[in-house]
């Protein structure tokens, strides 16, 4: 969690109200500056301001006790408003009569006009005089910082939900890959036992390029993106096992634009698509078989294609690779990444991906965006 918003800091609201109240001040000073010089009546600089600004200067200098007011008793819980009203209104009250005697004291010892005799009693009633604008003045900075104290656990929680929700996502998609992994295996293992005793030494070349796989598998690092150079790399290395069983059958191209080499994909995206068009497809095809790989841009998408000549699609669910693969692209882009899997035209069973672009790169799922 942004450590920015789990811990308050009320720094940056008390100084912007601070500051807000010296630039009150500083109009104040310039708007009777003004009249004063249109009625041609001038008067010492320094009395104005004295006469003008002390008032201001008072709040932005006791903001900082405010805001430790509305901290300490805060009006955002409900148990706790009523205290917090209790205290804000006599605070109120307390710090605008304060305010009005020491503004009242001010002008009546440095007026504008001819000085005149200054009594306690005048600064008292020039206190009272000024207790209404002075609890506007106040309560305008508790709901100032109040709603920034809001905005600030809004946004707090909201990370809190985003955060959760990128975890359980993470959480699911590791599972799915975890899943892929045993599932190519065991399939891998299961055609090596049928070769064993009628086709020892296609046995061994696919034991010895399992083992190839197997190390490269072990070689890549556990990241939810990988370039699709590397993607491809993983796939020609499962073909290769499949060559074994297909005795020469098999024909593999790829059809790969060289500026997608380097965009980044989801791990494992490929291969299970490969895997699906193999063993629901072409093994259960009689003579030769052929697959292609095509992955080209089209605007503002990344376009991977897995094509077989098999034709059998039906539009039902076609094992664990599939169904996975649709919900690895759905978890990570939210809806804006398609798997479709359908027969064309000519007969070839087609399972095409759809990536979003952004800025010519692929763009990075929300788990990945900080």
Known sequence: ???????????????????????????????????????????????????????????????????????????????????GLAYHLGTGLALGFVQGFIVGSVRMYFPIA???????????????????????TFWAIVGA????????????????????????????????????QPHFLFNTLHTIATLVGDEPANARRMIS????????????????LVPLASELEFVRAYLAIEEVRFQDRLTVKYRVAPDCLDLEVPSLILQPLVENAVKHGLSRKSGPARLEIRAERTGEQLNLEVRDDAGRFNGGAEGVGLKNTKGRLVRYYDGRSNLNVAVDDAGWTVAA????LKNGKVQSPPLERG
């Open 114 to 136: 001819e000085p005149r005799a200054f009594s306690f009693r005048d600064a008292v009633f020039a206190s009272l005089s000024v207790v209404q604008f002075n609890l506007v």
């Open 353 to 356: 991906i759809e990536i979003p």
């Open 209 to 224: 390029r399992l083992g190839d796989f197997l190390r490269l598998t072990i070689a890549r690092e556990a990241t939810p």
């Open 1 to 83: 969690m942004d450590s920015r918003l789990s811990t308050p800091d009320s720094r940056l609201p008390t100084a912007v109200i601070s500051a807000l109240c010296l630039l009150l001040g500083v109009i104040s000073v310039g708007q009777v500056w003004s009249l004063l010089i249109l009625e041609k009546r001038p008067v010492p600089f320094w009395r104005l301001v004295g006469w003008q600004a002390t008032g201001w200067a008072y709040w932005a200098a006791l903001t900082p006790v405010v805001v430790w007011g509305c901290r300490r008793f805060p009006l955002l819980y409900k148990e706790k408003m009523v205290m």
């Open 145 to 180: 910082f109040s709603a920034y104290e809001l905005h600030r656990r809004w946004r707090m929680r909201e990370l809190q939900a985003v955060q959760l929700r990128e975890e359980l996502a993470r959480a699911q998609l590791q599972a799915l890959q975890m899943q892929l």
